[in-house]
């Protein structure tokens, strides 16, 4: 059976790359497909792999412009050939066409945000104002090929009940949630290294992370905050900064691990998806105060969660504003501390291997159903 993965881009070292990575474990042979980007410089085994990009490709410092015409992108993909397509995607890279007689399954890490849930933020954020006309129609464009290309999926896959409910809602289709991986062999605690009066914020500072948030409470209230990210609104916070808040931009993975080491909790403020970072913050024993909303609910265990309840792992608010966090950030310096251990072991249950597991059995189920042969 000829198997072909594809992905919406190759251009960043990110969640989605690395749930990738993971499928890309299980399929040595596949090749990748993809709108922009290539999969030679990046890690995870990637670059073992052969990639082919869409005619696209040469726009990619562009990719934000091109987006009306990344449909065209796609149908310049040539999958013909292949039994078994499985996209990994959160644009619209699944509406590759495939031989007839395929399967095609796709993990989707969400519905594009941009075309679905916040297509005013977007364009706001991003679009000149008398260009937004033109953007918001490019949406819609964007929205109706999105529609028609999720029909053509045999099956979807996603990370979360959250993301499961939105493809319903977006797609009319149902999808089986199976949680991506936590780098467990990297992200581990220190017990020798002491905890610190700081909070942390992880994330690409975009306006749904929420970074502004955090910043505000924590200089309100006199808390320290090391902030974690690149994105297009890393010079306005910075600008913001001050007060103990400090902007450090990205990291790398060592420093990012030695953050998670130190902090006194992670701030994750932001509606996500999923959301790898709280995760990771956990494996390195930090518990995490979260908006209580999206993916976190389904990873972190808040410390009312109820005596039948894994051990608690952090403490959730229930809408992002001030007053909410700033009460969450009172309850956790307040209450009993949290357990390193706890923290550790709740992130365990998201490892590379469980993944791979689940979506090896989802993958063989989905193509013993369509009458295909699995590979042994």
Known sequence: MRIALVHHWLLTWRGGE?????????????????????AEHLPGGLADHTSHSSLLARGARFREALLPLYPVGVRTLDLRGFDLVISSDASVIKGVRVDPGAVHLCY???????????????????????????AHAGLRWIRWYDSRAARRVNEFATNSRAVESRIQRHYGRAATVIPPPAELEFFTPAPEVPRENFYLFVGQLV?????DLAIEVCQQTGRKLVVVGEGPLLKELRRRAGDGVEVVGAQSAEDLRDLYRRCRALVFPGEEDFGIVPLEAMACGAPVVALGKGGALETVVGASSGSSAPA?????????????????????????????????????????EFFRRSFQ?????CVSSAK???DP
């Open 18 to 38: 690395r749930v990738l990575a993971e499928i890309a474990r299980l399929y040595p042979d596949a090749p990748i497909y993809t709108l922009f980007g290539s």
């Open 108 to 134: 989707c890490h969400a519905p594009p945000r941009y075309a679905w849930d916040f297509p005013k933020q977007y364009v706001d954020a991003q679009i000149p104002a008398l260009l937004r006309p033109l």
């Open 207 to 211: 306006p749904y992370k929420r970074a």
């Open 312 to 352: 608690p792992t952090g403490i959730f608010f229930p809408e992002p504003s001030v007053a909410s966090l700033a009460r969450a950030l009172d309850d956790l310096e307040r209450g009993e501390p949290f357990r390193e251990e706890d923290c550790v072991a709740r992130a365990a249950g998201f490892s590379p």
């Open 361 to 365: 059995s989802w993958v063989q189920s």
């Open 372 to 374: 295909l042969t699995p």
